[in-house]
């Protein structure tokens, strides 16, 4: 049976859902405690927002430069996360901000339900353009190289220490990132409207770490704050905070 690439995004998205389930069940049934899993889980929240940051405004935008730990946090966030190679990422993104809810955007909520993108069930063709600044970032294209080596030496040493553990914190980690990422894309862009006015709310701006402010982003995606008059962004404090050199 041939599984041609958006199955195989389908199939890990249920994957790490079925495991999501599994794992917050085997960690309580293993003797783990809630204080043990609520701080377990906002450390990870700490790294699947330094992927956030770092797969869109780094790597796709370039909106800032980043310290050498900044670096290292965002790529560490990338490979916890397990979203997969942060080139496909870049690539993908850039024929969105190209071709805005036209056909050629791949993940546009005018052709595609919630549950589409959810699964990850993205429109494919062969028009891609390779976004050249992303090969000047060299540990990046290390990280994009070796991902799933990455991904699996991660959580196997984790595992190894303890499974429990592990089995909230990758799992979750992409569950919770997809989900988030899914309400971006599906409420950041209104239905039939080719950029989305304000239309997220400032609960739901917070809990997409202001990814969800798309007509700000779309406006200008060299800048690295989403924010506007009405909107607080809090990724931009993110950023500013955890990294960029005060220096
Ligand atoms: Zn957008
Ligand atoms: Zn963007």
Known sequence: MHLSYIDKVSIKVILM???SIFGLVYFFYDGGTIIQLIVIRIIAVFFTSAHAIGSH???????FKPSTFGKYFMLTGLVITGYGRPLHLAVAHGMHHKHSDTLLDPHSPKYHSFL???????????????????FREKEAIFVNKH????????NIIVAFIDLKTALVLSPINFLYSWTINSVINYHGHKQGDIIAPNNLNQTLAYLTLGEGL???????????????????????????????SKT
């Not at 405004?57 to 909106?63: E, I």
């Open 17 to 19: 859902t079925v495991i």
């Open 57 to 63: 405004r780094w790597l796709c935008h370039y909106s």
């Open 116 to 134: 589409n993108l959810w699964l990850g069930r993205y429109t494919m063709h062969d028009q891609y353009v390779i976004p050249t600044k992303f």
């Open 147 to 154: 991902y799933w080596g990455l991904f699996f030496l991660f």
């Open 214 to 244: 798309q007509e700000t982003h779309h406006a200008n995606p060299s800048l690295y704050d989403f924010s506007s008059k009405d909107r607080i962004d809090p990724g931009k404090k993110f950023i500013d905070l955890f990294l960029i």
